[in-house]
């Protein structure tokens, strides 16, 4: 049974710092990896999407990295701002489209 | 990007009762959409499966005759909680999928408190 793990469980810096998330899953056998982003008590929203052949993806001041052989991913937010300030989700897709999640990090990023 | 709406946003209800929640795809076709639960601090668990025009397909210690899901059209599907109980208070958040894309988009989530 696939497993996504994320570390930190919460991450606290000051505005301008640059940071990283992670995020670790069992199984290699994977389709895609996703990142999203939760507001308090909101929906998701898609932020990057890599394909399993892929290595990274970039959109603005965020970054993604995938190794899937060890089972890694890592976001990369450059020059944090406090509307940064959210819930990270990981998640895997195996077979079809089934996503697992890990349990997220929750930044906070102060002015 | 695309919109995918969900209504009541929230529901408060008496045990015992049962509530349906809403998940619209706006302006795409969903031919596959998710059902996932979320309680505090933890992640979103998928619930169940839904291809339009089938039956769902629930993950393992989801009881199917307690969350009746019904995906009728290409834009909609509904989740039903049957009886409720307060142990079902949760944030219900769906999913749409459309038949040429990879990407799942999120509704903004219903919260249902069962007094």
């Known amino acids: 049974k696939q497993e996504v793990t994320q570390i930190p469980a919460a991450l606290s810096v000051p505005e301008g710092e640059n940071l990283v998330l992670n995020c670790s899953f069992t199984?290699?056998?994977?389709?895609?990896l996703q990142w999203f982003r939760q507001d308090p008590g909101k929906g998701l929203t898609s932020l990057l999407l890599?394909?399993?052949?892929?290595r990274e993806q970039t959109s603005g001041r965020l970054n993604a990295s995938l190794d899937k052989s060890s089972g890694r991913s890592t976001l990369y937010i450059a020059a944090s701002q406090p509307g940064d300030s959210a819930t990270y989700l990981c998640?895997?897709?195996?077979?079809?489209?089934?996503?697992?999640f890990g349990e997220g990090t929750q930044l906070t990023v102060n002015p | 990007g695309a919109v995918v709406s969900q209504h009541p946003s929230w529901v408060i209800c008496k045990s015992g009762t049962s509530v349906k929640i809403e998940c619209r795809s706006l302006?795409?076709?969903?031919?596959?959409m998710f059902w996932y639960r979320q309680f505090p601090k933890q992640s979103l668990m998928l619930m169940a499966t839904?291809?339009?025009?089938?039956?769902?397909?629930?993950e393992q210690g989801v009881e199917k005759d307690k969350f009746l899901i019904n995906h009728a059209s290409l834009t909609l599907s509904t989740l039903t909680v049957t009886s409720a109980h307060p142990e079902d208070s949760s944030f219900y958040i769906c999913?749409?999928?459309?038949?040429?894309?990879?990407?799942?988009?999120f509704g903004p989530g219903t919260r249902l408190l069962v007094l």
């Open positions: 999913s749409a999928k459309a038949p040429t894309q990879e990407t799942q988009y």
């Open positions: 199984d290699s056998a994977i389709y895609n």
């Open positions: 890599i394909q399993s052949s892929q």
């Open positions: 998640a895997v897709v195996e077979n079809g489209s089934r996503l697992t």
């Open positions: 302006d795409f076709q969903a031919t596959t």
């Open positions: 839904s291809n339009e025009g089938s039956k769902a397909t629930y």
